[in-house]
């Protein structure tokens, strides 16, 4: 897969995510760690959690900020409290303005129960 292929590669998969790619599905896209070190000293990649990187450029929404902490989390994060009222709408927060310009981010991990620990009756 030639250069062209990766760029636009890395480019639809982070249109897709706000903007944000995690390491490990750059690895699965084809990139070396030592190519991601390059795009990084290059300015293309931008760390922005644990293995995430902004694509193109540092700034991100609110959108790409929670995407970010979710990848960072892994594939069983959800968004929660705050921060999930935040993204789904709550009637009762219509109106109440932000104590801050960038709250915190509230991530939770859900593991489902094995059959073997799940409990019966």
């Known amino acids: 897969m030639g250069d062209q292929s990766f760029h636009s590669s890395v480019w639809a998969l982070a249109r897709r995510q706000h903007g944000v790619v995690a390491r490990e599905q750059l690895i699965d896209l084809g990139f070396t760690p030592k190519a991601i070190k390059h795009r990084v000293a290059k300015g293309r990649l931008h760390p922005v959690g644990r293995g995430v990187y902004a694509v193109g450029r540092p700034e991100l929404t609110q959108l790409g ?22 993204l789904w709408g709550s009637p009762s927060n219509e109106g109440t303005p932000s104590t801050s310009a960038s709250p915190p981010i ?5 593991h489902a129960a094995s ?6 009756s």
């Open 106 to 110: 509230f991530v939770a991990a859900v």
């Open 115 to 120: 059959s073997s620990t799940a409990a019966t």
């Open 65 to 86: 900020r929670w995407m970010a902490a979710l990848l960072a989390v892994g594939p069983e994060a959800v968004l929660s409290h705050r921060s999930a009222v935040a």
